[in-house]
C-alpha cells in the first residue's frame, strides 16, 4: 500500500469575530500558539523491531502470578506481540481512567477505547497498518487478501485465538442465513461474497471475484461490536450455535432467556457490554457492566501489545463510565475536572467554560482535527410519505432555496464561537480528495434568489402572515426533527427556523431523546432532520452523507437496493444524478488505483454540490479534547472521526497516569 505523508494542521483565528471577554480571548491566544507549533499527526505505532525478549506487567497481574492465579507474563503474551511506541514517555502503570456517557451502548470500549481489528488505522488516518494480523498480503490485481495472525495470542480467558475463531465467524455467522440473511456490504462486490480459505492455525485468506480496492480501509473501520471478525471467540459462542450444541439444550437456553429464536440468544449472549463472561481481546474488559453505576471496565490480563521496553499494556488497570442525563451534565462534569479524558460528546461551544476552568481543576485542552465538513446538516426525506412535500424534496430548486437562506457567517459565530468554516457537506481540506472552493455552492447568503427559485417552483401564494402556501391551499410546513447529542443544534435549529421564515417557509422544531429520534428514522416517519457529517477524511469508506436519500438520520430504500445488490429496497431511477451517484460509487469500491479512486471520489462530490442532497452549515472545526494534566501520552494532533475509531487510532492502551 502507499501511504500519504503527515498531515499538518492550523486553526486560524478570526479576529473579526471574537467576542470581547478574557477567556474567549484566552481561547484565540491558546490557538494562535498551537497554530504556530509544527505538529506532525503521525503516531508510528506498528513495531518494525523484534518484541523485547524480557517482559514486565501491572503489579496487581505480578501479584495473581505469585498466588498461582494467573500463568507468567511470557506465557500470556503471543510470540510477537505487537510493540506501541509510546507519545511521550515509557508509562506507569496504575489508576482508573474516568469517563461519562450518555447510555448504556455510549461506554465506547468496544470500537473506539479499544479498536482492535485485523488491521487499524494510523493518527492522522493516512494509511492502515496490521493490528491483530502481523502482516497482511495483497495481491497485485487487488483481489486477494491474505493475513497472518500472532502465534500465541490469548482472548482474555486464556483461550487461544486463532484462524479457528476467524473461520467460525465466517462459515457460522456469515455463512448462516439466520444469523445473517444478507451479508453487510462492506464484504462484498457487486453483491458477491469472496471465497474464504483457512490456510492454517494462523493464516486466512479472502479472494474476491473482482478488484476491491476499499477491503483494507473497510477491516480498519468496521471494528465494532458485531462488525468485527475480532469479536467471535469460538470456544464462547459455539454453545449457541446449533452447529455446535444439541436442539434440546440449545432450547432450554432460549427458554430461560425468555427469547424466541436461537439467534437472539446468540447476538445477546455475544455482547460483552451486558455480559461480563465473553471473552474479548481489547485493553480493557467490561467486569461491572449496567446497570451498574458506574460501568466498569477492567485490564485484560492477557491482552497482546507491548511498550518499546516490553511493559505489557494496558498501563491503566481500569475505566469507568458514569451514565449521564444530558449532554448538559457531561459537559459539567468535564468542565469541573470529573472527566480524566474524553473528547466524545464535548461541546465547542462550552469551550471558554473550559478555558475559564483548567487552571483550577487541572486539566489541559486539546484541538484535535475533526473530519466532520459540517456539525449541523439538515436531510430532506426523500421519500417521505406526503407525495407534496416528497415532490419538493427531491426539487433540487427547493433544496437550493433552503440553503440560500441560511446565514452561515451568523451561526458559526453564535455557535461556534467563529471557529468553523461556512461551508457545504464533502470533504476536509486535509483528505487527498478535497478540491478548493468545490464546498461554496450556495453557502453566501441570497433571499433574492432563494425567493426566485421558490417562485419558480410554483410556491407564489402567501397566507395572512406571510407563509407559501401549497397548491391546495394549505399552509407550506417543515418539521426537523433533532436529538442534542453532538452540538449546540437546537440553537442552530432556531436561527434556521428564523432564516427560512425570511423565505416564508414555516418550520417546527421536534426535539426528542435519541433512541425515539432512532425509531422515527427507521420508519420513515419524518420530513426533515439533524445530524452531523462525518466520515470527511476518508469518505470513500462509508459515504453515508455523499449517496443521496441516506445520511445518518434514516433508512433508504436506495441505499438498500444498493447494498444488497437488487435484492432488497428501490433503485433510484435511470439516468437520474441519484443513480449517477451510486453508479460512481460502485466503480470507487472496486478500483485498486488510488489516483482513480480520488478522481471517482471528487466526482461523486461534485455531484453533490450540484444536487444538494445534504445541506450543510458550518464545518473544519476542531474536537475539543479534554485531558487532565497528570494524564499523559495522548498526542497533542489527531485526526477525530467515526471512520478513524477517535481516540482508538491513537493508541488508548499507551495512556498512562503520571505520578
Known amino acids: 500500500m502507499?501511504?500519504?505523508?503527515?498531515?499538518?494542521?492550523?486553526?486560524?483565528?478570526?479576529?473579526?469575530?471574537?467576542?470581547?471577554?478574557?477567556?474567549?480571548?484566552?481561547?484565540?491566544?491558546?490557538?494562535?500558539?498551537?497554530?504556530?507549533?509544527?505538529?506532525?499527526?503521525?503516531?508510528?505505532?506498528a513495531a518494525v523491531q523484534a518484541a523485547p525478549v524480557q517482559y514486565k506487567e501491572a503489579p496487581e497481574l505480578a501479584r495473581q502470578v505469585a498466588a498461582g492465579l494467573l500463568p507468567p507474563v511470557e506465557e500470556r503474551l503471543p510470540l510477537e506481540p505487537l510493540v506501541v511506541e509510546v507519545v511521550e514517555e515509557i508509562g506507569q502503570y496504575g489508576g482508573t481512567w474516568r469517563r461519562a456517557a450518555l447510555s448504556v451502548t455510549d461506554d465506547q470500549i468496544i470500537g473506539r477505547l479499544?479498536?482492535?481489528?485485523?488491521?487499524?488505522?494510523?493518527?492522522?488516518?493516512?494509511?492502515?497498518?496490521?493490528?491483530?494480523?502481523?502482516?497482511?498480503?495483497?495481491?497485485?490485481?487487488?483481489?486477494?487478501?491474505?493475513?497472518?495472525?500472532?502465534?500465541?495470542?490469548?482472548?482474555?480467558?486464556?483461550?487461544?485465538?486463532?484462524?479457528?475463531?476467524?473461520?467460525?465467524?465466517?462459515?457460522?455467522?456469515i455463512l448462516n442465513e439466520e444469523l445473517t440473511p444478507l451479508p453487510p456490504s462492506w464484504l462484498t462486490i457487486d453483491g458477491e461474497l469472496p471465497v474464504f480459505t483457512q490456510i492454517d492455525k494462523y493464516t486466512v485468506r479472502w479472494e474476491f471475484p473482482k478488484p476491491y480496492g476499499l477491503f483494507l480501509r473497510n477491516l480498519a473501520s468496521y471494528t465494532n461490536f458485531e462488525e468485527s471478525m475480532t469479536q467471535y471467540p469460538k470456544h464462547y459462542l459455539s454453545q449457541f450455535h446449533p452447529t455446535y450444541t444439541s436442539e434440546e439444550r440449545l432450547r432450554a437456553l432460549v427458554a430461560e432467556a425468555q427469547l424466541d429464536e436461537w439467534h437472539q440468544l446468540f447476538r445477546q449472549r455475544m455482547d460483552p457490554r451486558i455480559h461480563a463472561e465473553v471473552p474479548v481481546i481489547y485493553a480493557w474488559r467490561?467486569?461491572?457492566?449496567?446497570?451498574?453505576?458506574?460501568?466498569?471496565?477492567?485490564?485484560?490480563?492477557?491482552?497482546?501489545?507491548?511498550?518499546?521496553?516490553?511493559?505489557?499494556?494496558?498501563?491503566?488497570?481500569?475505566?469507568t463510565h458514569f451514565i449521564v442525563e444530558n449532554l448538559e451534565v457531561l459537559n459539567l462534569r468535564a468542565a469541573t475536572g470529573e472527566v480524566d479524558m474524553q473528547l466524545r460528546h464535548i461541546l465547542i461551544d462550552n469551550l471558554p467554560v473550559f478555558v475559564e476552568n483548567q487552571e483550577r481543576y487541572g486539566y489541559r485542552i486539546l484541538l484535535w482535527q475533526a473530519a466532520e465538513t459540517s456539525n449541523f446538516v439538515l436531510y430532506p426525506n426523500l421519500f417521505v410519505e406526503d407525495e407534496g412535500l416528497r415532490a419538493l424534496n427531491r426539487d433540487v430548486r427547493f433544496r437550493r432555496a433552503l440553503s440560500l437562506a441560511i446565514d452561515r457567517d451568523?451561526?458559526?459565530?453564535?455557535?461556534?464561537?467563529?471557529?468553523?468554516?461556512?461551508?457545504?457537506?464533502?470533504?476536509?481540506?486535509?483528505?487527498?480528495?478535497?478540491?478548493?472552493?468545490?464546498?461554496?455552492?450556495?453557502?453566501?447568503?441570497?433571499?433574492?434568489?432563494?425567493?426566485?427559485?421558490?417562485?419558480?417552483?410554483?410556491?407564489?401564494?402567501?397566507?395572512?402572515?406571510?407563509?407559501?402556501?401549497?397548491?391546495?391551499?394549505?399552509?407550506?410546513?417543515?418539521?426537523?426533527?433533532?436529538?442534542?447529542?453532538?452540538?449546540?443544534?437546537?440553537?442552530?435549529?432556531?436561527?434556521?427556523?428564523?432564516?427560512?421564515?425570511?423565505?416564508?417557509?414555516?418550520?417546527?422544531?421536534?426535539?426528542?431523546?435519541?433512541?425515539?429520534?432512532?425509531?422515527?428514522?427507521?420508519?420513515?416517519?419524518?420530513?426533515?432532520?439533524?445530524?452531523m457529517s462525518d466520515r470527511g477524511l476518508t469518505p470513500e469508506v462509508e459515504p453515508l452523507f455523499l449517496l443521496p436519500g441516506r445520511g445518518q438520520t434514516a433508512y433508504s430504500p436506495w441505499m438498500d437496493?444498493?447494498?444488497?445488490?437488487?435484492?432488497?429496497?428501490?433503485?433510484?431511477?435511470?439516468?437520474?444524478?441519484?443513480?449517477?451517484?451510486?453508479?460512481?460509487?460502485?466503480?470507487?469500491?472496486?478500483?485498486?488505483?488510488?489516483?482513480?479512486?480520488?478522481?471517482?471520489?471528487?466526482?461523486?462530490?461534485?455531484?453533490?454540490?450540484?444536487?444538494?442532497?445534504?445541506?450543510?452549515?458550518?464545518?473544519?472545526?476542531?474536537?475539543?479534547?479534554?485531558?487532565?494534566?497528570?494524564?499523559?501520552?495522548?498526542?497533542?494532533?489527531?485526526?477525530?472521526?467515526w471512520l478513524q475509531k477517535t481516540p482508538g487510532n491513537t493508541w488508548p492502551e499507551q495512556y498512562f497516569f503520571k505520578q
Open 2 to 45: 502507499r501511504s500519504r505523508g503527515p498531515l499538518r494542521t492550523a486553526l486560524v483565528w478570526k479576529s473579526a469575530v471574537v467576542p470581547a471577554n478574557s477567556a474567549v480571548m484566552l481561547i484565540a491566544i491558546w490557538v494562535l500558539v498551537l497554530a504556530l507549533i509544527p505538529v506532525d499527526l503521525t503516531l508510528s505505532a
Open 114 to 173: 479499544s479498536y482492535e481489528g485485523l488491521v487499524r488505522w494510523n493518527a492522522d488516518g493516512s494509511d492502515v497498518v496490521p493490528n491483530v494480523a502481523k502482516a497482511y498480503e495483497v495481491s497485485e490485481d487487488g483481489r486477494v487478501f491474505t493475513f497472518y495472525l500472532r502465534e500465541g495470542m490469548k482472548w482474555s480467558d486464556g483461550h487461544p485465538f486463532t484462524a479457528d475463531d476467524i473461520a467460525f465467524w465466517w462459515n457460522d455467522v
Open 286 to 319: 467490561v467486569t461491572r457492566p449496567s446497570p451498574a453505576q458506574p460501568v466498569v471496565a477492567e485490564r485484560n490480563p492477557y491482552y497482546w501489545k507491548v511498550d518499546p521496553e516490553g511493559h505489557q499494556l494496558p498501563y491503566i488497570d481500569r475505566v
Open 410 to 531: 451568523e451561526i458559526n459565530n453564535l455557535a461556534y464561537l467563529g471557529l468553523g468554516r461556512p461551508r457545504q457537506v464533502g470533504v476536509i481540506p486535509q483528505s487527498p480528495i478535497y478540491v478548493e472552493g468545490v464546498d461554496q455552492v450556495d453557502v453566501e447568503r441570497n433571499l433574492a434568489e432563494a425567493n426566485r427559485l421558490l417562485d419558480e417552483i410554483g410556491l407564489t401564494r402567501r397566507d395572512s402572515e406571510g407563509y407559501r402556501l401549497r397548491p391546495d391551499g394549505s399552509r407550506l410546513e417543515i418539521t426537523i426533527d433533532l436529538t442534542p447529542v453532538f452540538g449546540p443544534w437546537p440553537k442552530v435549529a432556531e436561527l434556521v427556523v428564523d432564516y427560512w421564515r425570511e423565505i416564508g417557509i414555516r418550520a417546527r422544531l421536534n426535539v426528542m431523546e435519541r433512541s425515539l429520534f432512532q425509531e422515527r428514522a427507521a420508519s420513515g416517519n419524518w420530513q426533515w432532520a439533524v445530524w
Open 561 to 641: 437496493w444498493f447494498s444488497s445488490n437488487g435484492a432488497r429496497g428501490e433503485a433510484p431511477p435511470e439516468g437520474t444524478p441519484e443513480r449517477r451517484a451510486y453508479d460512481i460509487y460502485a466503480r470507487v469500491k472496486a478500483t485498486p488505483d488510488r489516483d482513480e479512486l480520488i478522481a471517482l471520489m471528487r466526482e461523486l462530490i461534485q455531484l453533490n454540490m450540484e444536487n444538494l442532497w445534504y445541506i450543510g452549515t458550518v464545518g473544519d472545526m476542531p474536537h475539543v479534547v479534554i485531558i487532565k494534566n497528570n494524564f499523559r501520552n495522548v498526542p497533542e494532533t489527531a485526526v477525530s472521526d
